[in-house]
């Protein structure tokens, strides 16, 4: 897959490290906006969106967000016992309720799907991620009219890093963000100044076939394999397909995630 560095300049304290992206978009400094001002932009937790579709790695488990208490929780059990495949008996008991209560909360936060997957970070560790994706209500009528009134919004915040990308499916727009949250002394084990650091990678897509956004999100913790997890999400984004738009073909969009690797 073809990428370009995408540097954040010194002075920000917020963000550091380097993110990378494809290449098909047009390169420039851009940023992330307000929570507020998001929540002004788009109506969340609507009803009738146009079907969506996308292709993910093998080794992303899709959270349990049944509606059903006890559907969620068979749910929540089948996933832990694949996640955590040497674990045992207890092991199992004891993660299913959590993964539960997390398929709940996040599916009433207006999810529409979610998974983790875990990798080996040919470190002798593993790394692991999160995918989500989102829908919301954004009243446009075109598609790349969208992504430009969405740009101009982004570009707002210097801590973050936005570009403009032409996807198999239409335009789009990706943001990143590298955080750091410092951890109090018990948590690091009496390490001063120790720090989280949490890659972040937004890319909105507007629908051609209706006037919503699509908002993919990958999130990781695991900054030594961030290249890595960066360039997969960059090949799922290729491989996403709107059912009944003009040129839709999930075979071209399978192509196309393929040849960019």
């Known amino acids: 897959m073809t990428t370009d560095p995408m540097t954040i300049p010194a002075g920000q304290t917020r963000t550091a490290g380097t993110a990378r992206i494809p290449e098909q ?3 420039s400094r851009a940023d992330q906006i307000d929570a507020a001002e998001i929540a002004q932009i ?7 969106v146009p079907p969506m ?5 093998a080794n992303f488990l899709p959270y349990p967000m049944q509606e059903d208490p006890a559907e969620r929780m068979a749910a929540a059990e089948e996933f832990v016992r694949a996640l955590y495949k040497n674990g045992d008996e207890e092991l199992w008991r004891n993660a299913a309720p959590t993964i539960a209560g997390m398929g709940e909360i996040t599916a009433s936060a207006g999810i529409e799907w979610a998974g983790m997957a875990v990798f080996d970070n040919e470190q002798g560790g593993v790394a692991t991620c999160t ?3 989102a829908a919301t209500e954004s009243d446009h009528m075109n598609p790349e009219v969208a992504t430009l009134a969405l740009r101009e919004v982004l570009v707002r915040d210097e801590f973050n890093d936005s570009r403009w990308l032409n996807l198999p499916c239409g335009p789009a727009v990706s943001r990143i963000t590298i955080t750091k949250f ?6 690091s084990g009496g390490i001063e ?6 890659g972040q990678i937004q890319v909105y897509i507007p629908f051609p076939t209706g006037p919503y956004m699509a908002i993919m999100t990958m999130q990781t913790s695991n900054m030594e394999v961030w290249v890595e997890f960066s360039q997969m999400m960059a090949a ?3 491989t996403i397909v709107f ?3 003009p040129d839709s073909n999930p075979e071209n969009a399978s192509e196309a995630a393929t040849t960019s690797e």
């Open 243 to 245: 059912p009944g738009a």
């Open 193 to 198: 100044g120790a720090e989280l650091v949490q």
């Open 236 to 238: 799922i984004v290729q």
């Open 131 to 133: 995918l989500t994706l």
């Open 53 to 57: 579709q996308f292709e993910v790695p």
């Open 182 to 187: 410092p951890l109090d002394l018990d948590v």
């Open 42 to 48: 788009f109506q969340r937790g609507v009803t009738g």
């Open 25 to 27: 978009a047009t390169a």
